[in-house]
């Protein structure tokens, strides 16, 4: 894979979008940030991925209960970057920019040497992940409802799914700005997932094997049942008008977090799509192919693959209407939801990990004052 290299100064623009093993990606290049500074190849940010400051040149609004990004929160992320050397940039929210945005983002990172990667999966693969993502957000829709929003609105381009997940669209919006010779599309193997890491690794400039998940950072996609209970809190914070804040710290970080810590039990009901949605997705994966393969950017992996297969008759006619949630799924979260309760949010744990994560010179730099450092 000699050459998918970048130049020495080049900066990979890694854009997702969402469900495409952006976590994995992300935690391997910031957990190993200082291998990569003996390599040269810098990821900038304080964090796994600059959410923040990306909401804040997209125009995103925040997830809930997360404070707004603002312009002033990315002119610091762009301040933070190296001009010289190999960088890395990750955040699946830049799918969401369209425009002015994608303009902006590629002048203020150096249009010169911005790389941009998109990494793809299947739609039939990307849906049910995304809906519970967006339950995980405090969305209420079921399944079926939201589905058929996205398949049978009559102006699908309103969904903002579809502002991230029209593949072909989001190619052509980013190479309609830095060129399609700077643009690779990285296809996702299903059947082997370390090899999205190494195609990261090949194009900066890495031996392979530098690159590696975080085991506890990859997320695992949560049954129909536990789906259903964090749907049906979704409902109750709304009824009772509780902040968003309290929505982040209970739900999102301790009801979600604790369901999704342990892996689910054998036979549990998946969120599987009905036929009619395969149907669907699979026409538009057809256009979508076609559309990439139309726009002369770089292709890593079988493009073809993102084909949704037809529908087999073993797939469910429609979408259950509700989901039997057992008594160890609703202990697990009501256990979730108690432990962020009484645990400090920047407790000693996270602090630890994160002080293992940093490098020696950070952690004298956050410590001590300036004048007393060395």
Do not use: C
């Not at 830049?94 to 793809?120: C, I, Q």
């Not at 381009?157 to 830095?178: E, K, Q, T, Y």
């Not at 209970?229 to 209970?250: M, T």
């Not at 998946?270 to 256009?287: E, F, G, I, K, N």
Request: hydrophobic fraction near 40%; avoid cysteine.
């Amino acid at each position: 894979m000699s050459d998918l290299l970048l130049p020495e100064d080049g900066l990979l623009l890694h854009v997702g979008p969402h469900k495409t093993g952006t976590t994995a990606v992300q935690s391997a290049f910031f957990r190993g940030r200082r291998v990569l500074r003996k390599h040269g190849v810098t990821y900038p940010g304080r964090s796994r991925t600059p959410v923040q400051a990306v909401a804040g040149v997209v125009g995103n609004p925040p997830m809930t209960g997360d404070p707004e990004g603002s312009l002033r929160d990315w002119e610091r992320f762009v301040a933070s970057v190296p001009r010289r050397g190999r960088v890395v940039v990750s955040s699946e929210f830049f799918a969401d920019a369209e425009g002015a945005a994608v303009e902006r983002v590629v002048s203020d990172l150096g249009p010169d040497r911005v790389h941009v990667v998109v990494t793809l999966r299947a739609l039939d693969r990307i849906a049910p992940s995304q809906w519970q993502q967006y339950v995980q957000n405090g969305k209420r829709s079921s399944l079926r409802r939201w589905l058929r929003g996205i398949l049978l609105d009559r102006v699908p381009s309103r969904s903002g799914f579809w502002r991230r997940h029209r593949h072909d669209a989001l190619v052509r919006r980013w190479a309609d700005v830095v060129g399609p010779d700077r643009v690779t599309v990285v296809v996702v193997d299903e059947t082997d997932r370390s090899s999205l890491l190494r195609v990261f690794e090949a194009m900066v400039g890495l031996p392979d094997g530098v690159l590696e998940p975080e085991q506890d950072r990859l997320n695992r996609s949560m049954t129909m049942p536990e789906v259903e209970l964090v749907r049906a809190l979704n409902r109750e914070f709304r009824a009772r008008g509780w902040d968003p804040r309290d929505y982040r710290r209970y739900v999102r970080l301790g009801v979600s977090r604790a369901l999704k810590s342990v892996p689910p039990q054998p036979g549990a009901a998946r969120v599987v799509l009905p036929r009619w949605a395969v149907a669907r997705l699979h026409d538009v994966s057809q256009d979508v192919v076609a559309g990439i393969r139309a726009s002369g950017v770089r292709v890593v992996g079988d493009l073809d693959s993102l084909v949704v297969g037809a529908p087999g008759s073993a797939g469910p006619e429609n979408t259950a209407r509700s989901a039997e949630i057992p008594a160890d799924v609703a202990a697990r979260a009501v256990a979730g939801a108690i432990e962020a309760a009484v645990v400090p949010q920047s407790g000693l744990k996270p602090m630890l990990r994160r002080v293992r994560e940093m490098p020696p010179s950070e952690i004298v730099g956050r410590v001590l004052p300036r004048g007393r450092r060395g």
